[in-house]
């Protein structure tokens, strides 16, 4: 088995990442711990809000990946619990908020386990310092302790024969490999008698040679841009031996850059690329959208469940009230009643309620009385005013909760459309990879870029100034519809010639570079370093 892991930040672009059930055959959010919310992106979101509040911290969240071998067999839950307690306890990652997730891809189950490093207690980031090796360290006790083996090579570099993330998305798109790539390079630098026949060779089999970083860097048909040296398979020719076949026939200074070079192959790209949906596109986007509209309503039905649970405790509330007020005020009345028949009933007659008038005692008995009712009558509107403001301060309490409710299914509505876009684009990617690698056809080369490469059977080089403006009056339809390549960029050359002849010198670069070229397609980089296992 094998761990991938990386600090990272992102978290609601990480959650959208595990939820795509387009990419995986099944998805279990198995674990959430640390946080109020039930739901990867609720409890990200509740773990950034506490690194932006409590820390600085940027990349508050540890991600990893847990990829067994699937020779070997799958492991079972307890074995994968088992590498995360080891995990944590190595990484001191021990009672963190973390989130398991397990996914099911081509038949293979795979774990997600994402921490968050903010100790809220502490009010710190934990802090994680040679990861790699303590992870390293960990599986080999564990592949030891289970009877476990390890992938060649683990001993030495935990990525050896690894794709870096570029590769890997680079053969999303494109369905094209490093390995292929290698391969096609390999083959034009071992059939080429010198730079001319090389660079013909390569733009042939879809590659245009620009300058980078590098000095020579080689930008493929659907924009990708690798290092010329890293292409050839070959390692008794080494960097120097590359630059001095190709300097003085193609010297850096007279390439197109990187940039240019992309622009370039993408405006020619929707020229020769003839990328029609087919019915199984069609059938796949029906499915998903089936799928996705099924989540749609199952999130709508728990919206409209949740307003009526809702409306139904507003009315019990409001019940519970109304009762307590009545309560109140009928205990009231009911002890004034009683007060006032005791008093009838205790009232004096005859002789002596002729002496209490007399002698002025009814009168003071009467103001005693009105004493006390209004006594009674005071302490009863205390009593309603402190029921109003105990049931005010409950009626905001059922506010704040049902505004909280609210918020949540609002929340994961959001997030199930983020879920929903990623979703289409995985599979508009797949789409279009799979109609670029069936536009390559059974020998998996690519279309020619001998066109935009400037070179025809008559004049093997053109010189970068050239390249740009050939190609943008290239771009402009002829006659009959279809833009003649060759000859407009034979007729560029003989202009550019004539130009010499008469100022001794050609065109710059920068008045060269056509005004409006559409920027090329760059694949997606995820922000963080996670792997798609």
Same mark, same amino acid.
């Given at each position: 088995m094998i761990p991938f892991a ?9 959650a ?7 990419d ?5 959010v ?8 039930r739901?990867l992106?609720?409890?990200?979101k ?28 799958p ?7 088992d590498?995360i307690k ?9 009672e963190?908020?973390?989130a ?6 081509h ?9 968050s ?5 502490q ?11 303590k992870?390293?360290r960990?599986?080999?006790?564990f592949a ?7 992938p060649a090579?683990?001993d030495k570099?935990r990525?050896?024969?690894q794709l ?12 094209l ?14 059939h ?16 245009i ?9 080689l930008?493929d048909l ?8 890293k ?6 020719v080494?960097?120097k031996?590359i ?5 003085k ?17 993408? =405006?020619?790209r929707?020229?020769?690329? &003839?990328?029609?949906?087919d019915?199984? !596109? /069609? *059938?796949?986007?029906?499915? %998903?959208?089936?799928?996705q509209?099924?989540r ?8 409209n469940t949740l307003?009526?649970?809702?409306q139904?405790?507003?009315?019990s ?12 005020? =009928?205990?009231?009345i009911?002890?004034? &009643?009683a007060?006032?028949?005791?008093? !009838? /009933? *205790?009232?004096?007659t005859? %002789?002596a309620?002729?002496?209490g ?15 006390q009712?209004?006594r009674k ?8 005013d402190?029921?109003k403001?105990?049931q ?6 059922l ?5 909280l ?7 994961k509505?959001k997030?199930?459309?983020?879920i ?16 670029r690698?069936?536009?390559?056809g059974?020998?998996?080369s ?6 935009i ?6 004049k093997?080089?053109r ?7 050939a190609?943008?009056?290239a ?6 519809g ?6 407009e ?9 004539e130009g ?20 090329s397609?760059?694949?997606h ?6 792997r798609?296992?």
């Open positions: 990386s600090q990272r930040g992102g978290g609601q672009d990480l959208t990442h595990l939820l795509n059930d387009y995986n055959d099944m998805i279990e198995a674990f959430i711990r640390g946080s109020i919310a739901d992106h609720g409890a990200f509740e773990w950034e809000v506490q690194a932006d509040t409590l820390t600085r911290c940027r990349k508050y969240l540890y991600s990893m990946s847990i990829n067994p071998d699937p020779e070997q067999g492991l079972s839950r307890d074995q994968y619990l590498y080891r995990t944590e306890d190595a990484l001191g990652l021990t963190q908020p973390r398991v997730v397990f996914h099911i891809k038949g293979r189950e795979h774990c997600h386990v994402v921490w490093r903010i100790d809220a207690d009010q710190r980031a934990v802090h994680i310092a040679f990861d790699r090796d992870l390293m960990v599986t080999r006790g030891r302790d289970h009877g476990l083996d390890l090579g683990y570099s990525k050896a024969g870096s993330l570029y590769d890997q998305e680079q053969l999303r798109q494109t369905g490999s490093k390995a292929d790539h290698i391969q096609q390079v390999t083959e034009a630098w071992r080429s008698d010198d730079a001319r026949s090389f660079v013909q060779a390569l733009a042939e089999r879809g590659y040679l620009a300058t980078g970083k590098r000095p020579y860097v930008v659907y924009g990708g841009k690798n290092a010329l040296s292409l050839i398979d070959d390692k008794s080494r960097t031996d630059r001095n076949f190709l300097e026939e193609f010297p850096p200074e007279s390439l197109p850059t990187v940039e240019e070079a992309q622009q370039l192959v993408t =405006a020619h929707k020229i020769v690329e &003839k990328s029609t949906k019915n199984h !596109y /069609e *059938n796949q986007l029906a499915e %998903l959208k089936h799928s509209q099924e749609r309503l199952a999130v709508e039905q728990e919206r307003k009526d649970k809702q139904f405790m507003r009315l509330q409001q019940s519970i009230h109304r009762t307590e007020r009545d309560q109140l005020r =009928a205990t009231h009911a002890t004034m &009643k007060i006032r028949l005791a008093r !009838y /009933e *205790n009232r004096p005859g %002789l309620a002729f002496l008038k007399v002698s002025g005692i009814m009168f003071l008995q009467k103001k005693i009385h009105q004493y009712d209004a009558i005071r302490d009863h509107l205390g009593q309603r402190q029921l403001a105990k005010v301060q409950e009626q905001k309490g506010d704040f909760r049902l505004n409710q609210v918020r949540d299914i609002e929340r509505a997030a199930l459309e983020k929903v876009k990623r979703e289409l684009a995985a599979l508009s990617r797949d789409n279009k990879r799979h109609e690698v069936r536009a390559r059974d020998d998996g690519m279309p020619s870029l001998a066109q490469a400037g070179i025809d059977n008559k093997r080089e010189t970068a100034p050239d390249l740009l403006r190609f943008d009056e771009k402009q339809p002829s006659q009959d279809a833009p003649d390549l060759m000859a960029f034979r007729r560029a050359a003989s202009e550019r010639q010499e002849n008469r100022n001794g010198s050609g065109s710059s670069l920068e008045n060269a570079r056509p005004p409006e070229i559409e920027p397609e760059k694949p980089r995820n922000r963080g370093r996670d798609d296992s």
